[in-house]
């Protein structure tokens, strides 16, 4: 041990969504290194390499130390003080508003600050700066898993808990390659002593496909035929739970009409997979006896996501796979608060799951924060590519982006570019000013990082966990938190807000607003008792017997809200209908809880959907031109997402190519006369990347893979949507591949 | 006195009070529990003729590389340091494509190479548990163990000017917990196991750790790679490993050609008919090569040290054979003793067998006793007969130089440069790059000089024009070595 450590203290990591534990160990104050947490129930003393680095990006040279002012519409960005900064913003998106209506201001929020910043921005931007359209950037992660959920199960309410990776005989990884993506849902994988059938479908052979029992290499985008085609064949074997389904789902009968059509025949040839290699697998799913069903951003960016996401909903269905230990129908989510932003960003949805557009749960969040509801829009706000296309119709004039790198990230990159230019003004809130997008600001605020503040992030299978300030700030950065409250404070509607005055306070509001409601949390004792108790999934209801770690229960954070009764306690629920249609898990709050046990849903009614639609054709299929078809994704397990924090560690930079590279497989290299290691142009209709060949028989002949972390990889991507969860399609478009000669490099 | 939100704020973002709210506190010399993984260490220590040894499971090693940063972390190593590393095989069929990482850390071998050619003694293996442990303290940077260790475990450490590598945590191991890497594995994938080293020199020969690793006959690594599903055959790395440390190889090409030129120098002056300038042209030459070296040292106060390892390590006697080749060249141009001279020369002669031979037992392809020694032998010749010409050798000089420099030219167009298509080429394919022809127009003008001009400038020319050809060479000599280690990553 390099340091005697003097002090402890966990926290949730701040990368992706499953949520470790870390242990950052302090000496004299200070934080100076970590360790993974060893009895948290998530990470069991285990982290990828980002976890093990996450405070070395705090410690980097660039970080933002005082605001920044552009000077003149193409001047350098220069320092100034808080309040110079603060004056122009305000000035700025308020003439904007004046000119063009309220709503021509908007925000870009994001899956990376806690839950009680993000509240307090959706809060200030719409019911105090008057904003109708605000999105996050989980919109390119989660937005299909949400829209699905909904929809098939009354809420946005993933069914799992990680320890069902542990009791499952059969394991379906969608569209997922954990063993990079989110490498200790993997270790949970190994930790399952049943022997499990691990099926992986995807077109790659990722590090997880080679790991796993069964791979299937679909050809991209044929998801839905597939999923339909296996749907068929269970319904034709008989091997579904006719039980499950009478008591627990609808439109069952349409389902089976609607994939009757789905053959073998059909489904090999469109998805490119032979006749009995569909059999093996629907004989796999037919005969687990506890088959859970996990995808990640494979189905979630697709132009056909949330009905890819809704079958594999439906196979569970189907099957009876969900509810029961190691099943369920299970999205994995990409950032640390992806969830948190799907509760309480209030953006597309109304605090807590509400509706923007209902007029009685507007009464009801008016109620709750005491404020005039007049304040609340009564519609929701345009997804992150409505905003995009209204700086392009001018209608979008002023737009604050906070904790996301836009400029990187967004699908047809040049085109987002061009458009954040338009902007009368740009605001950007960053730990660097060096980000691709905070280059294009108008304002850059320095904001401090996970570590640096305080509040809690929600992760993958619904459980709270907190962050923590062990770190000081560099200069003037300031917690996203205190940078909402000031902006307030200089718009003028600070008084709105009085009550929200610490991440703690907001974390009360939070149980207040969540009273009622499938994602209640009233029952959480504070941050003590979420730090105590190793994190908590919600729902977590104040009911006799389900503390775990306190005798003598004490008051809730808020108590039980004023609107509408308290959800029906676990205890005496017994299998009746709640208000809101559906129980929750009984007993003791255990550790590791999932929903949906006693087979009733969130639907009025109870039940679960089953939804479909016909398969339809991607937006750029290829052509003469563009041969291949591009897929994007993470490239290894130590970069996250545009490498905003993640370049800033030495060693993590060691772990992956520094120069873009490109999969492609031998057969094509070898007819395009490229050899390993050599340089390319990688062009679409949209642009290009120079990339190294990368030549590699894990991807299949007609498919190059590009990682998503180079700055230029999404000059290529085609901007197309799925149109129920406008997530972006980053995973298809046509490209053309030719070797660069000498003189190009 | 009352305060803005922003000075509240700000002051807020400084203190780190609340943070002890929440923590576990200790008192000073606690540490926290970590844990210790004893599940993944032997329950006891190795016994007489056995050793601890890494073991590696492929099958639940899936690239996520935390061994890596947990390395890095737990050892408090410099930024971008660590002592493991993970690299990628790829191969298959297009039917059966097939990836597999594997991670690797240093091997500590039973013969470990790195302890063999160190000239100061900086490694040491233990003789109870077979740790091969390297001091700091006593290593003066010149990197040979990055070359001896076919593995290319040792990195060197530019900021610290020595070379670093894994010690197995032996620290952790010695009160029973597992080394970093291990105890970071989300899979258990990498483990601490006793082997008998009788067994591992048995099973080495004929065997390398996995596909693309060097013949493990060379340094008997205990490391063990185990997979249950078994790899297909024709696999590749995905990409090569650092090799040779990234260092420039510039005062060592520089030290060779002086140092074999001045060596071959005086022997060639005894041979051709003596004269007292070639001597102490030579005698310049070598100090100067000798100089030289220094700067290819991360610790030249240090290099005192490095006749510790004469018993094992060719670099020690290297350095010792040139040292007083040396010092007998100072005294054969004080006295003008024909004796002292012919002790100079064979010291000198000694002196560049050794260096060719501590490149040789690398065991490199590229560095091989068929490659290595005629170019330091006809190397020492044709210097020593250009120092002789331009010092006033004459006609016989000018002879020794023309044939020599023919031969040597003749031997490097068909071994060094790969002028003959038939010839399995040292490493990679190619053409012959513009600097070998380079090395080709200069030693053609030395011999057309050395045949034209017996004396004078152009003798001097001819001179220039050898050494200049020969740094051309030798700078090959490092730029084309192959370098082996384990598979590495994707770059």
């Not at chain 1, 995808?295 to 809704?310: D, I, L, P």
């Not at chain 1, 205190?482 to 005055?501: N, P, R, T």
């Not at chain 2, 010749?381 to 030219?409: E, H, I, S, T």
């Amino acid at each position: 041990m390099a340091v005697a450590p003097t002090s402890t203290t966990a926290m949730v990591c701040g990368f992706c969504s499953v949520g470790c534990s870390l242990d950052v160990i302090g000496k004299d104050g200070q934080a100076v290194s970590l360790t993974p947490t060893k009895d948290y129930p998530v990470n069991l003393g285990m982290a990828c390499p980002k976890g093990w680095e996450a405070l070395t990006p705090l410690k980097a040279p660039d970080r933002a130390t005082t605001p920044l002012l552009r000077a003149g519409r193409d001047g350098p960005l220069e320092p100034v003080d808080w309040p110079t900064a603060l004056e122009a913003m305000t000035t700025r998106f308020k003439a904007v508003q004046a000119t063009y209506g309220p709503d021509a201001a908007a925000f870009i929020s994001t899956g990376q600050i806690a839950s009680e910043e993000m509240a307090l921005l959706g809060a200030v931007a719409k019911f105090g700066m008057g904003m109708v359209h605000g999105d996050g950037n989980t919109r390119q992660c989660m937005a299909t898993a949400v829209v699905a959920y909904k929809e098939s199960f009354g809420f946005d309410a993933p069914p799992y808990t990680y320890a069902d990776l542990e009791e499952s005989d059969v394991i379906v990884l969608w569209g997922a390659n954990p063993c990079i993506a989110h490498p200790i849902l993997w270790e949970r994988i190994l930790r399952n002593v049943h022997h499990p059938e691990i099926v992986v479908v995807d077109p790659r052979v990722t590090e997880t496909a080679a790991a796993a029992t069964q791979h299937y290499p679909l050809l991209p985008k044929s998801d839905l035929t597939l999923l339909y085609g296996l749907a068929h064949l269970l319904i034709a074997w008989g091997a579904v739970d006719k039980e499950f389904i009478d008591r627990s789902t609808q439109g069952y009968e349409a389902f089976e009409a609607h994939v009757e059509a789905f053959t073998p025949e059909r489904v090999s040839a469109a998805t490119g997979l032979p006749p009995d290699a569909l059999e093996l697998m629907a004989d796999t799913i037919a005969s687990g006896k506890r088959v859970s069903f996990w995808w990640t951003m494979g189905v979630n960016q697709s132009h056909e996501g949330v009905r890819v996401a809704q079958a594999i909903i439906d196979l569970a269905l189907l099957t009876g796979n969900i509810g029961r230990p190691g099943t369920g129908a299970n999205s994995i989510t990409g950032q640390c608060n992806a969830m948190g932003s799907r509760l309480w960003s209030n953006t597309t949805n109304l605090f807590g799951g509400r509706s923007f557009a209902d007029a009685g749960d507007r009464a009801d969040v008016a109620a709750i924060l005491g404020i005039d509801p007049a304040r609340i829009p009564d519609r929701p706000s345009w997804a992150y590519d409505q905003i995009v296309e209204g700086i392009r119709d001018g209608k979008i004039r002023a737009l604050w982006v906070v904790a996301t790198n836009s400029a990187h990230s967004w699908i047809h990159q040049n085109d987002m570019v061009e458009l954040l230019g338009r902007l009368d003004v740009l605001v950007v809130q960053d730990l660097y000013p060096t980000t691709e997008t905070a280059q294009l600001a108008d304002i850059v605020l320095p904001a401090a990082g996970w570590g640096e503040k305080e509040g809690t992030f929600i992760n993958s299978e619904r459980r709270y966990g907190r962050i923590r300030r062990v770190v000081r700030a560099p200069g003037q950065a300031l917690a996203d938190f205190s940078i909402f409250k000031l902006v307030a404070d200089a718009w003028g509607c600070g008084h709105l807000f009085d009550e929200w005055s610490s991440p703690e306070a907001v974390f009360g509001i939070l149980q207040r607003l969540s009273a009622s409601r499938p994602c209640d949390i009233t029952g959480i004792e504070g941050y003590g008792e979420l730090e105590a108790a190793g994190g908590i999934q919600w729902p977590c209801l104040p009911a006799a017997g389900t503390r775990v770690l306190r005798t003598t229960p004490a008051a809730a954070g808020g108590g039980p809200s004023p609107a509408g009764p308290a959800l029906a306690p676990p205890a005496a629920a017994g299998g009746s209908p709640t208000p809101a249609g559906a129980t929750l898990s009984q007993g003791a709050r255990q550790q590791e809880r999932r929903l949906y046990e006693d087979g009733r849903f969130f639907h009025a009614d109870g039940r679960a959907r089953f939804v479909w639609e016909e398969p339809r054709p991607v937006a750029e299929p290829t052509s003469a031109e563009y041969p291949f078809i591009l897929l994007t994704g993470r490239g290894s397990s130590s970069q996250w997402h545009t490498q905003t924090r993640t370049s800033k560690s030495a060693i993590l930079r060691t772990l992956y190519p520094e120069k873009p590279y490109v999969e492609i497989s031998p057969a094509d290299a070898a007819a395009l006369g490229v050899s390993a290691d050599e340089w390319v142009l990688v062009r679409s209709a949209r642009g290009e990347m120079e990339a190294r060949a990368y030549v590699t028989p894990t991807v299949a002949a007609g498919q190059v893979f590009v990682p998503m972390h180079y700055a230029s990889t999404n000059r290529l991507t085609r901007p197309s949507f799925d149109p129920y969860s406008r997530q972006p399609s980053y995973k298809s478009a046509a490209v053309a591949v030719r070797r660069l000669t000498e003189s190009r490099r | 006195m009352s305060t803005t939100p922003l000075e509240r704020y700000l002051a807020e973002q400084a203190d780190l009070a609340p943070v002890e709210r929440f923590s576990v506190v200790h008192d000073a010399c606690a540490v926290p529990d970590t844990g210790t993984w004893q599940d993944r260490i032997p329950l006891t220590a190795p016994a007489a003729g056995q050793q601890y040894a890494f073991a590696v499971d492929l099958d639940t090693c899936t690239g996520c590389k935390a061994c890596v940063t947990a390395c890095h972390n737990l050892n408090g190593l410099d930024d971008g340091e660590s002592y493991r590393t993970v690299g990628l095989l790829k191969g298959g069929t297009p039917a059966q494509p097939f990836q597999q990482t594997v991670t690797t850390a240093c091997h500590h071998c039973v013969d470990p190479a790195c302890l063999n050619g160190c000239p100061t003694n900086a490694y040491e293996k233990d003789v109870f548990n077979g740790i091969v442990a390297h001091i700091e303290g006593r290593c003066l940077g010149c990197g040979y163990c990055t070359w001896t260790c076919p593995y290319e475990v040792p990195r060197f450490n530019s900021n610290r000017g020595v070379v670093r590598k894994c010690d197995m945590c032996r620290d952790r191991l010695a009160v029973g917990e597992a080394p970093a890497c291990v105890q970071a594995c989300p899979n258990g994938a990498i483990t601490i196991t006793v082997v008998d080293t009788a067994a591992v020199t048995r099973d080495a020969p004929g065997h390398t750790l996995v596909p693309t690793a060097p013949p493990s006959d060379i340094t008997l690594p205990t490391t063990s790679y185990h997979s249950e599903w078994g790899l297909p055959g024709g696999l590749t790395a995905a990409g090569a490993t650092l090799g040779g440390g990234g260092r420039s190889h510039d005062p060592l090409v520089a030290m060779l050609v002086l140092t074999q030129a001045a060596a071959g120098a005086m022997a060639v002056d005894l041979a051709v008919g003596h004269q007292r300038s070639t001597a102490v042209t030579a005698l310049v030459l070598a100090l100067v090569g000798l100089a030289i070296s220094i700067f290819h040292l991360g610790r030249p106060e240090r290099a005192w040290r490095a006749l510790a390892g004469w018993r094992h390590s060719w670099l020690s006697r290297e350095v010792g054979a040139l040292s007083l080749f040396g010092g007998l060249a100072f005294l054969a141009v004080a006295t003008d003793s024909a004796v002292a001279q012919a002790a100079a020369a064979v010291a000198g002669l000694v002196g560049v067998t050794c260096s060719g031979m501590l490149y040789v037992v690398t065991r490199r392809p590229s560095w091989r006793a068929a490659v290595t020694l005629p170019r330091f032998g006809l190397g020492a010749l044709v210097g020593g007969a250009a120092v002789a010409l331009a010092a006033g050798g004459g006609r016989p000089a000018a002879m020794v130089l023309a044939g020599g420099l023919a031969a040597k030219l003749t031997w490097e167009a068909a071994v060094v440069w790969r002028l003959d298509p038939e010839r399995p080429p040292l490493r990679g394919t190619g053409p012959v790059p513009p600097h070998g022809l380079a090395r080709f127009v200069l030693g053609v003008s030395a011999i057309a000089l050395a045949v034209s001009s017996i004396g004078g400038p152009g003798a001097a020319l001819a001179l220039l024009a050898v050494l200049s050809g020969e740094l051309i060479e030798r700078s090959r000599f490092f730029s084309a070595a192959s370098w082996t280690g384990m598979p590495g990553p994707k770059r």
